[in-house]
């Protein structure tokens, strides 16, 4: 079973930014993701990334501000978050998973314990 160890998370003012990080044990997962969960909210998908990098998404809330990337040799995607705003306030997971074919957020089964984010205005 993969370990995913995040970091990265903190406090930042409104429209600054933060990289979060996210190692994983194994190299047994295609895709690999960042899923965010805010106070009362259902967790929702944020980015991912196909293990080659060739292929990556995004949800439309964070499209343009948001960069997922991903170092093989270490094993590790990143999260670069730009132009954040209180609404990114959330604890971020990373996710993984062996999926075929092109993913759906629901198609994430494995998961870190999470890194909160906090950003205020």
């Known amino acids: 079973q993969v370990q995913l160890v995040e970091s990265g998370g903190g406090s930042v003012q409104a429209g600054g930014s933060l990289r979060l990080s996210c190692e994983a044990s194994t190299y047994s997962n295609n895709w690999m993701g960042w899923f965010r969960e805010a106070p009362g909210k259902e967790r929702e998908g944020v980015a991912a990334?196909?293990?080659?990098?060739?292929?990556?998404f995004y949800s439309d809330s964070v499209k343009g501000r948001f960069t997922i990337s991903q170092d093989n040799v270490k094993n590790t995607i990143y999260l670069q978050m730009n132009m954040l705003t209180p609404e990114d306030s959330a604890m971020y997971y990373c996710?993984?998973?062996?999926?075929?074919?092109?993913?759906?957020?629901?198609?994430?089964?494995?998961w870190g314990q999470g890194t909160q984010v906090t950003v205020s205005s």
């Open positions: 996710a993984a998973d062996v999926i075929l074919g092109y993913p759906k957020w629901a198609d994430f089964g494995r």
């Open positions: 990334i196909y293990a080659n990098g060739r292929s990556t």
